[in-house]
């Protein structure tokens, strides 16, 4: 009913950036929020960042001040743009949608497929 299409992942060097995007798509009737999370080999899947409609935003401690997410509510796009990134955030980035979805407006958390982001040199 959702599908969540991620892209911009890939290697990069300590201290650089990277975009991430992701799009919506489906029987969307409303999003209230889209987000990043990523999880790390062994580790729990944890959130980055979220935002909601209304531009609200929740970062998590490790990423303030070096990622900011935006979003494009016209275009069900949310993007996460990565600098000073470290090695330590290297992980696979998922994107989560939640949305109230046609017919019923029920409400579902939609999640993407994960894009891997590698921080080495």
């Known amino acids: 009913q959702v599908q969540l299409v991620e892209s911009g992942g890939g290697l990069v060097q300590p201290g650089g950036s990277l975009r991430l995007s992701c799009a919506a798509s489906?029987?969307?009737?409303?999003?209230?929020?889209m987000g990043w999370y990523r999880q790390a080999p062994g580790n729990q899947r944890e959130l980055v960042a979220a935002?909601?409609?209304?531009?609200?935003?929740n970062y998590a401690d490790s990423v303030k001040g070096r990622f900011t997410i935006s979003r494009d509510n016209a275009k069900n796009t949310v993007y996460l743009q990565m600098v000073s990134l470290k090695p330590e955030d290297t992980a696979v980035y998922y994107c989560?949608?939640?949305?109230?979805?046609?017919?019923?407006?029920?409400?579902?958390?939609?999640w993407g497929q994960g894009t891997l982001v590698t921080v080495s040199s």
């Open positions: 989560n949608a939640v949305a109230k979805v046609y017919p019923g407006r029920n409400t579902l958390d939609a």
């Open positions: 489906g029987s969307i009737f409303s999003i209230y929020a």
């Open positions: 935002i909601t409609s209304d531009g609200s935003t």
